[in-house]
């Protein structure tokens, strides 16, 4: 028995380390922020705009909304991973989980000098988080019929 829930309990560790990073990156002020995203769409624009060019006002904005995919795509898999352990439909709740989490990490910013909390955000991390969930299935899926 003891085992079992020191599995659980490991499992849910990158959880908590990635929910972590996302705090600590949203607990930011906006000019330290900005200027995170800024110096990485600088590098990344300077690569692209080598094969064509760029409206790099839009592109520093798709970096922004794009590190909210990203992270809380990556927030579904860990999440989903995590409550595979439990036998209840976890789907669903890791979707729930992250979506609390997403909601939670924009009401945190509206306490942060220059950020705020926007509702795009949030639909923006569910959605990373609702794909990050359906390819854990597939590659399951695919890993179970190999």
Excluded at 34 to 61: G, M, R, T
Excluded at 91 to 103: E, G, T
């Amino acid at each position: 028995m003891v085992h079992t829930d020191v599995k659980k309990f490991i499992f849910w560790i990158p959880v908590l380390i990635w929910m972590s990073v996302i705090f600590y990156l949203s607990h930011q002020p906006g000019s330290e922020s900005s200027e995170l995203s800024s110096d990485l769409a600088a590098k990344i624009l300077y690569l692209i705009e080598l094969i064509f060019p760029v409206n790099s006002d839009y592109f520093h904005h798709f970096i922004r909304k794009s590190a909210h995919f990203i992270a809380y795509f990556i927030l579904g898999i860990l999440v989903v991973n995590a409550l595979r352990i439990h036998n209840f439909k976890y789907a669903a709740y890791a979707f729930l989980i992250c979506v609390l989490y997403a909601i939670s990490d924009e009401v945190h910013q509206l306490f942060i000098p220059g950020r705020s909390g926007e509702v795009r955000d949030v639909l923006i991390d569910g959605t990373g988080a609702f794909i990050g969930i359906g390819v854990y299935f597939l590659l399951k899926k695919n890993a179970l019929s190999s």
